[in-house]
Nanobody, 124 residues
Framework: QVQLRESGGRLVRPGDSLTLSCAASGRTFSNYAMGWFRQAPGKEREFVAG????????GYADSVKGRFTISRDNAENTVVLQMNSLKPEDTAVYYCAARRSILWNFGTDGYDYWGRGTQVTVSS
């Protein structure tokens, strides 16, 4: 079991960069693959990025490839989403999620634990 808490969301301008962090409780963080999801108003929650237990495997939604980078530090119980070249369509609540498996997956249903989310707004 793990508790997750996201931070770092804020209002930014198009083209800016932003780093989101997810802090996990417990001593078994390394047992979980991790994912970042986002949900815009009126839309379903969608996969953004995932990372395997050891951090050797990552995956990204096509909409963020080349702009976002997911990473983790198991010693610090954190997972980070580095977002560059932000666009207005990136505006959403961003959620950190944990899955007790080696590998991340694309589906919301594949994750066992969720944070409360952090708001990212990209606007001129």
């Amino acid at each position: 079991q793990v508790q997750l808490r996201e931070s770092g969301g804020r209002l930014v301008r198009p083209g800016d960069s932003l780093t989101l962090s997810c802090a996990a409780s417990g001593r078994t963080f390394s047992n979980y693959a991790m994912g970042w999801f986002r949900q815009a108003p009126g839309k379903e929650r969608e996969f953004v990025a995932g990372i395997s237990r050891g951090g050797s495997s990552t995956g990204y939604a096509d909409s963020v490839k080349g702009r976002f980078t997911i990473s983790r530090d198991n010693a610090e119980n954190t997972v980070v989403l580095q977002m560059n070249s932000l666009k207005p369509e990136d505006t959403a609540v961003y959620y950190c999620a944990a899955r007790r498996s080696i590998l991340w997956n694309f589906g919301t249903d594949g994750y066992d634990y969720w944070g409360r989310g952090t708001q990212v707004t990209v606007s001129s």
